[in-house]
């Protein structure tokens, strides 16, 4: 994977900030993002390393914010355990989001398809 901004496109999550990661190296074979969120406000900012296997890269992130119920903008928020899991080569993976307690009470998993796009 090429070093370089990205910008994050997960069109089904239920959230109103686009991201842009910042990829760089880290040691061994795995990548550090630095995540951004646009705009910043009500995000949580996040970095993390994500390990390289047979072409696929895996990242896990605790996110206080990862789950946003009723209003999008001022509405709850839920804390998640996010893990990112994408290609390489095609840069297109998905978001598997876990949560405890969710927007209607009951925990769970919500699975997202995203894609990268070098800037």
């Known amino acids: 994977m090429n070093f370089g901004n990205y910008n994050l496109n997960i069109p089904d999550r239920?959230?109103?900030?686009t991201w842009i990661w910042a990829i760089t190296k880290c040691s061994g074979t795995c990548i550090r993002v630095s995540a951004i969120a646009q705009p910043v406000a009500r995000a949580f900012k996040y970095s993390a390393d994500a390990a390289s296997v047979n072409g696929h890269y895996t990242m896990?992130?605790?996110?206080?914010?990862g789950l946003r119920?009723?209003?999008?903008?001022?509405?709850?928020?839920?804390?998640?355990?996010?893990?990112?899991?994408?290609?390489?080569?095609?840069?297109?993976g998905t978001l598997n989001s876990t949560f405890g307690v969710?927007?209607?009470?009951?925990?769970?998993?919500?699975?997202?398809?995203?894609?990268?796009?070098?800037l």
């Open 60 to 65: 896990a992130v605790d996110t206080p914010d």
């Open 102 to 118: 969710g927007c209607d009470g009951n925990s769970g998993t919500l699975s997202y398809p995203f894609t990268l796009t070098r």
């Open 14 to 17: 239920y959230d109103f900030h």
């Open 69 to 92: 119920c009723g209003n999008v903008y001022y509405g709850q928020t839920v804390a998640t355990h996010d893990v990112y899991d994408w290609d390489a080569t095609t840069l297109a």
